[in-house]
């Protein structure tokens, strides 16, 4: 069977010759126009005067667009309509769209927005958690609370409270193909529109709109994105929309990419954070109850602020057992760029506050690390009584809004009703069923050989005073599932064409992750054909409608579910027939090893498609899956929002430079939960590739805005992502054999997501490091950059 | 602008275009060549994904000018296989599974290949300090290396 087989990614030879084709490689048709845009250069303001005379008449422009200009819809919000394409008089940060240059190379359109006069009023920005506090300015009405037990009260009664607060540095997605979208105006008004995107039923609504037509009349296809990271799943609906215009507006093909500097000054990014904690343990480092204060800074449209806040706060617990909790959430208005999706979609920030908390306790309490957490752990995986979910009643939804995005939420408030403490269950009431970390925390501390290097590392660092070493684990426990329930459905098409090759379309895209290739594999198992039977194509709407975006890691499970679907009902009807031509119980009909086989007779599978076709039967299905057993309420932060959990565990060890700051990762440890893997060599891949981002997350990427809301680090020269020199000497990654405990497709699970989180032991390895310098507690704020890692030291040794 | 006319070679065959003298080779390879192998990750010479080589030396072609490749040989990642044959650096990125979105690849397989002809018997950390300028966001560059350093086992071992 093709399932579990490690096999490359699919379009691996493309690769590897320069061929495989991204949006910006597409054969264009001739006379495309290019587009760029006109910048704000002012964080808050109202524009009282606009000249672009100049731009018009720079060489190459066709067409300047303001506001005025735009025939329908001026949003590319994926929420609240509160993110026009082209700035609507006032502007909110710097890097926002004011106006768009139509050009006849993309060289001409980016000169030529350089010449715009504009005159703007301008206003104090909002930059900081204090000054939104201040001016009250947020997301939602209040903060949301989530809350199990009486935490104030169980930490105020513990043998020992210990409290902070720390600053946890948002992430640039750095995704090495910029944002990029081609439109190709079709007969009738209609519209093609090629999008580097994770999720083309968005950006065909949004283009829908732009243009004042039903969604039927555009079709958006993706083959594949150069990386996405969660910001391609709502920032490439400005590109594609104002390409659509554009071409509307010029009769003529029109590209738009933004070029690195660009990219960063204008998109969003994960969502920075300040939480402060406060928790209580007894004398043996269990915790009692621990309070938690989370300010998520957002920028300045709403875009997908509030499930990231929401998932923040929902990894809050991590792999612990909180008998008390209470968790409250800010989401602060900003005047900088509207902070959106990131691998682990907020799920990062809460949990790395927990982390801090038992690393901080641990230090406190003077007792190793690993077993205190350990000691905190849920209870081991058991069975419970099935819980059937509650359909939610629906009201009259209203067409216009986008309902497949992540940003179309519940709002509203509710009164703060905690759950009762104890059980095995989370801060918002989810009994943990599935818990896989006692057995892959001793399997790790085995193969990593933990206790030994730790009594290593403090004999060196008891005779080294200006290279000092660390080593730390962390645990991840990751929900798997939108929150926004109705997302969690897919869609699937699939041909069986008359030679028996198969075409394979779903709602899925591809960003590098090997989807294609594992949902590929799923289909042929299903008819137990060799892969290079499946073709593998480009992300349709017009295949596939009503989509919801790749993200939440929810890509294999939910369209490999789909396609298993649409193949299986393409099986059972070639089944059914043979069955009955050869007098046979279509039970008795097999699909292995490229043959069909039913009694004696065998065909092969091409053969057997031939005569089904001969035969009348229809070789074409659609599938379709919806995630069972979920449900969730938002505002009173209560259910069960995720399917699943997913698993990982990691050791890292470091080794700082006292007198500078400088670090090196020198070993990793890995084991990470992937169920029964679809495909191994993939799943690895997605495992390392996460630790090391989630490492350069929390220790050389570093955003930094000037006074005036400046961002200051616009491309690699200043903003540091791992290089091939970063990563570690020694890595050693493998999987966990185990398999989920829920039905998913082939008892797999998801893999995109949880190991970013895995990073988070090189951030607690460093503080470990720096806490050999002295007595106290680290505190080392994220990213551990080498200066803020040497302003630990200082702080150790009483400097600063 | 007036346009300039420029003679090079690229992979092996001689090739023609006409550019504005601002426009870089990177331009010039992707819109005027159709070579669109050669990525623009940054435009500032920072991450690689446009590595070519020119006259032997790895460079970056968002840094060159299309005008400065008068006379020169470049080589690309579309030449780095024999037709359909691939070469063993590509081979062992396929079986390794050393790529995911695949933008970077082309960069990192010029600027291996450049390695190991420079140096057919690299340490792995002149490999990874040699790579160093070519960023990937997805892999974390384990396998990479990998696939790198058995490449150049192999390479040994045949020649």
């Known amino acids: 069977m093709s399932v579990t087989k490690p096999l490359p990614h699919d379009a691996a030879p493309l690769h590897v010759s320069g061929s495989a084709r991204y949006v910006d490689d597409i054969p264009t048709p001739k006379g495309t126009l290019h587009l760029a845009f006109g910048l704000s250069p002012i964080a808050k303001g109202t524009i009282t005067a606009m000249d672009l005379s100049a731009v018009k008449a720079a060489p190459g422009v066709v067409r300047v667009m303001t506001v005025q200009d735009l025939p329908f819809a001026n949003d590319v919000s994926p929420s609240i309509h509160d993110e026009p394409l082209l700035s609507d008089g006032t502007v909110h940060y710097i890097g926002q769209p004011v106006f768009l240059v139509v050009a006849t190379s993309h060289l001409a359109a980016r000169k030529a927005v350089r010449l715009g006069k504009i005159d703007y009023a301008e206003e104090t920005p909002i930059l900081t958690v204090e000054e939104a506090l201040a001016a009250d300015s947020r997301f939602e009405d209040g903060p949301r609370i989530y809350a199990k037990g009486d935490a104030d009260a169980a930490i105020e009664s513990a043998a020992h409270v210990i409290d902070g607060t720390f600053e946890i540095g948002g992430q640039e997605h750095f995704y090495l193909e910029g944002q990029a979208a081609l439109a190709v105006p079709n007969e009738g008004g209609d519209m093609l529109v090629h999008s580097s995107t994770q999720h083309p039923t968005e950006i065909q609504h949004k283009v829908a709109d732009a243009l004042g037509v039903p969604m039927h009349a555009i079709r958006v296809e993706t083959r594949r994105m150069g990386g996405g990271f969660g910001g391609k799943e709502s920032q490439g609906n400005a590109l594609a929309v104002a390409c659509a215009v554009a071409a509307r507006a010029t009769g003529k093909a029109c590209k738009m990419r933004y070029d690195r500097d660009d990219d960063m000054i204008i998109t969003g990014k994960r969502h920075a954070f300040r939480i402060s904690y406060r928790a209580g343990f007894d004398e043996q480092g269990h915790i009692q109850g621990v309070s938690f204060l989370q300010y998520a800074i957002c920028g300045w449209a709403q875009d997908l602020s509030l499930p990231v806040a929401d998932r923040a706060m929902l990894h809050s617990d991590n792999a612990y057992l909180l008998p008390n909790a209470r968790i409250e959430s800010h989401r602060l208005k900003t005047n900088t760029q509207s902070a959106t999706a990131y691998r682990g979609f907020g799920g990062p920030q809460g949990m790395v506050a927990i982390e801090r908390v038992m690393d901080h306790a641990a230090h406190e309490l003077r007792l190793d690390p690993v077993e205190l957490r350990r000691r905190n752990y849920y209870e081991p995986a058991h069975k419970v009584a099935e819980v059937q979910p509650h359909e939610k009643p629906l009201g009259h939804p209203d067409p216009h809004e986008d309902l497949t995005s992540r940003g179309a939420v519940e709002t509203g408030t509710a009164p703060v009703r905690p759950l009762p403490a104890g059980g095995n269950t989370t801060p918002y009431g989810m009994e943990v069923s599935d818990f896989e970390l006692h057995g892959m925390t001793e399997a790790l501390m085995k193969s990593s050989d933990y206790a030994a290097r730790k009594a290593a590392i403090a004999k060196w660092n008891a005779e080294n005073s200006v290279i000092k070493k660390g080593i730390a684990f962390s645990p991840v426990k990751f929900g798997i599932s939108f929150t926004l329930t109705h997302l969690n459905q897919a869609g699937a098409l699939v041909h069986v064409y008359q030679d028996g090759s198969v075409h394979l379309n779903h709602g899925g895209t591809e960003m590098g992750q090997g989807l294609f290739q594992k949902v590929a594999q799923v289909a042929a198992s299903r008819f137990g054909i060799p892969l290079e039977m499946v073709k593998i194509t480009a992300t349709d709407t017009a295949k596939v409608p009503n989509t919801s975006a790749t993200a939440a890691s929810s890509g294999s499970d939910l369209n490999g579910m789909a396609v298993k679907a649409a193949c299986d009902t393409i099986r059972d009807r070639m089944a059914d027939y043979l069955a009955e031509r050869h007098q046979a119980d279509p039970s008795a009909v097999t699909f292995t090893d490229g043959h069909v086989s039913v009694g004696e007779e065998r065909y092969t599978f091409a053969e057997a498609a031939a005569l089904a076709y001969q035969g009348r039967i229809s070789l074409s299905a659609t599938g379709f899956y919806k995630t069972p057993k979920i449900e969730w309420d938002r505002i009173a932060g209560r259910g069960r929002p995720f399917y699943y959990f997913a698993y990982g565990a990691s050791v890292t060890e470091v080794a700082v430079d006292t007198l500078t700051g400088e670090n090196r990762i020198l070993r990793t440890d890995i084991l990470h939960d992937a169920g029964a893997s679809l495909n191994p060599a993939l799943d690895v891949g997605q495992v390392e590739g996460g630790y090391v981002q989630g490492a350069g997350w929390l220790t050389t990427e570093e955003l930094v805005w000037d006074g005036k809301g400046n961002l200051r680090t616009h491309a690699p020269s200043t903003y540091k992502i791992p290089a091939c020199s970063d990563r570690p000497d020694i890595f050693n990654v493998a999987l966990w054999d185990g398999e989920n405990r829920e039905d998913t497709i082939y008892r797999s699970k998801a893999v995109g997501e949880p190991p970013f989180m895995l990073g988070i032991s090189a951030w607690l390895a460093l503080s470990n490091a720096v806490a050999a310098c002295g007595d106290t507690y680290p505190a080392l704020n994220a990213p551990a950059t080498a200066e803020e890692v040497w302003r630990g030291v200082q702080r150790m040794k009483g400097g600063i | ?159």
């Open chain 2, 1 to 159: 602008m007036k346009k300039f006319h420029v003679t090079t070679t690229v992979n092996g065959d001689a090739v023609e275009y006409l550019c504005d003298p601002r426009e870089t080779l990177l331009d010039c390879l992707r819109d005027k060549l159709n070579l669109t192998g050669a990525k623009e990750g940054c435009g500032t010479g920072d991450c690689g994904a446009c590595s070519v080589t020119v006259d032997g030396r790895l460079v970056c072609s968002c840094l060159m000018l299309g005008v400065e490749a008068e006379g020169k040989q470049i080589e690309t990642v579309e030449g780095i296989a024999d037709g359909d044959i691939l070469h063993p650096l590509q081979k062992k990125m396929i079986e390794y599974a050393a790529l995911q979105c695949g933008i970077c690849t082309p960069g990192i397989l010029v600027a291996a290949k450049s390695l190991l002809e420079k140096n057919p018997n690299p340490t792995e950390e002149e490999t990874r300090y040699w790579l160093a300028g070519n960023l990937c966001r997805c892999t974390g560059y384990d396998k990479i290396i990998r696939a790198v350093m058995d490449t150049a086992a192999e390479m040994r071992e045949a020649s």
